[in-house]
Nanobody, 130 residues
Framework: QVQLEESGGGSVQAGGSLRLSCAASGDTLGSYCMGWFREAPGKEREGVAARRTAGGMTYYADFVKGRFTISQDNAKNMLYLQMNSLKPEDTGMYYC???????????????????????WGQGTQVTVSS
């Protein structure tokens, strides 16, 4: 089992920045990738950014490219999401998720698909005001 706990959410004005953190614990040795997802009221959960554990390749949704950066500290079992130039449409609950075990994602979009991830945190709220 894997436990994930997010932190760092809050309320900011448009143009501001936030840094989200995700602490992973439990059986994380076989981690394949970790990602950040978000869910706004009335909308489906969508992928924001992801990172393969081995090699560190990163994947971003088009709507955050150039503004958000995903990073990972493997020694500390931490995942981060640096969010700059925030917009009101970035408002939502942000979730950390992880894939553990033998997996091979064939397509870029797989890394940003919530259906590919088994383990989830409880989420942290991000609110961006105009």
């Amino acid at each position: 089992q894997v436990q994930l706990e997010e932190s760092g959410g809050g309320s900011v004005q448009a143009g501001g920045s936030l840094r989200l953190s995700c602490a992973a614990s439990g059986d994380t040795l076989g981690s394949y990738c970790m990602g950040w997802f978000r869910e706004a009221p009335g909308k489906e959960r969508e992928g924001v950014a992801a990172r393969r554990t081995a090699g560190g390749m990163t994947y971003y949704a088009d709507f955050v490219k150039g503004r958000f950066t995903i990073s990972q500290d493997n020694a500390k079992n931490m995942l981060y999401l640096q969010m700059n130039s925030l917009k009101p449409e970035d408002t939502g609950m942000y979730y950390c998720a992880q894939v553990v075990g033998q997996s091979v994602f064939r397509w870029y979009r797989d890394y940003l698909s919530p259906y590919k991830y088994k383990y989830w945190g409880q989420g942290t709220q991000v609110t961006v005001s105009s």
